[in-house]
């Protein structure tokens, strides 16, 4: 209810396909409401890094020709005195803001939508009609690299969705691989429950982890900032089933000293990348959770996060691996000085993917486009290796993934 009518506001505000939305914001209830509505109208939406300084911020407004921007008070506070030259900025929406705004661009969020605990309470309306097709251009994730100015990384609507698929298709591998047929799904089992300790900012707190949990009528628990004792207690009050994001995360849960205090029974599956995980650590999680499904990943911004899962037996296996392509993917070892060749299984080199949940390119960069994009491939800087099952094994991460 409350992004249909968002999405209403917006649409009356001029919004409309291929107009860039920015959502600066921390982790709160108002974050997927401001993506959805803006999605929904065919508007390009641009989540920028909420840790950014006021200067970078600006950078990523200009950058994309953001047209409104939907924010939270402490980003607000940075970009205040950049307003006046983001020249494409027609409005402003905050939410959780009590202060009066000399500007008259900014009005609060709750104006439109009240706060989140009034949503159930908003008229029933649908959602206003635009033709969207898959290929049409939908989201702009910035990513770092390692040199220059960050790189807005086009998304469409399927690159966005297709994490929803590539997941629940990892998930079932390792039954097909011992030979059996993968349970359906149970419309009487308790709901999903998943604690998000990544921010939605990023590729993986919002399309492998939001998209999915929606889309499986999950629940999203929200942290402010990841502290293990905060995380444990959340876990069990409200009985969290998987959690996640980087190994720290997985290790500092196993080894607090105050973990025996706690019923983190209900964890039935933990999840990471962005960083090396050391082999030991699956083992470990099986200790702890013996029924609990352990899984590793690998992926980056232009990849619309997770490419590879390795979960299971599989993951058991091969600890040190971050698995295969995804059934719609694929991946190759190639030479990393052109011209470029492909390397034959278990040698080193640069790691290649392709599939679509690859970006289009690089918003307004058309020369970094050429560098990075070839054919439909991306060049994702990574040395790795394969195995003769197509496992993947990255052996140097040479991309800043923005989680630190």
């Known amino acids: ?30 974050w997927p409401v401001a993506f959805f509505a803006a999605a929904s109208l065919g508007a390009i939406v641009t989540p920028l890094n909420a840790w950014w300084t006021g200067q970078e911020l600006h950078y990523g407004l200009t950058d994309s020709g953001s047209r409104i921007v939907i924010t939270d008070p402490e980003r607000l506070e940075r970009i205040a005195e950049h307003l006046k030259d ?68 086009l998304g469409t609507h399927r690159t966005m969705t297709t994490n929803v698929l590539t997941t629940g298709a990892a998930l079932a591998r390792p039954f097909l691989r011992r030979g059996e047929t993968p349970p359906a799904p149970d419309p009487n089992a308790p709901q999903r429950v998943t604690l998000l300790v990544v921010p939605m900012f990023h590729v993986t707190g919002c399309s492998a982890t939001l998209g999915p949990a929606l889309n499986n009528g999950g629940k999203l628990v929200l942290m402010r900032k990841w502290d293990a004792l905060e995380g444990m ?18 290790w500092q849960l196993i080894e607090h000293p105050q973990r025996a205090e706690f019923d983190l029974s209900s964890i039935d599956g933990i999840s ?17 959770w013996p029924k609990a499904s352990a899984g590793n990943g690998w992926g980056m911004t232009e990849t619309s996060a997770t490419f590879t899962n390795n979960n299971s037996d599989d993951y058991v296996h091969r600890p040190d691996s971050c698995g295969p392509a995804p ?32 970006v289009k390119g690089y918003w307004n ?17 990574d040395l790795a290796r394969l195995d003769e099952e197509g496992f993947c094994f990255i052996i140097d991460r040479a991309k800043d993934m923005l989680i630190r």
Request: proline residues 10%; glycine residues 10%.
């Open 327 to 358: 059934a719609v993917g694929e991946m190759r070892i190639m030479t990393v000085e052109a011209p470029h060749r492909e390397l034959p299984v278990g040698e080193v080199g640069e790691l290649w993917a392709r599939g679509p949940m690859v």
């Open 86 to 153: 983001c020249p494409d900025l027609e409005g402003v929406y905050v939410c959780r803001e009590d202060d009066p705004y000399d500007d008259p661009r900014v009005r609060r969020l709750e104006s439109v939508i009240g706060p989140p605990n009034s949503w159930a309470d908003l008229p029933d309306r649908p959602l206003p009609t635009t033709s969207i097709a898959p290929d049409d251009d939908a989201t702009i994730f910035y990513t770092s690299g390692t040199t220059g100015k960050p790189k807005g990384a």
């Open 272 to 288: 990471y990348g962005g960083a090396p995980s050391a082999p030991e650590l699956v083992r470990r999680i099986k200790e702890v």
């Open 233 to 250: 207690t959340l876990i069990e009050r409200e009985r969290v089933t998987n959690t996640g994001g980087v190994p720290t995360l997985a």
């Open 365 to 381: 960069k058309p020369e970094a486009t050429a560098q990075t994009f070839i054919d439909g491939w991306v060049k994702t800087g």
């Open 1 to 30: 209810r409350a992004v249909a009518v968002l999405a209403e506001r917006l649409a009356a505000d001029g919004v409309g396909k291929g107009d860039r939305v920015a959502l600066i914001m921390r982790n709160l209830p108002e």
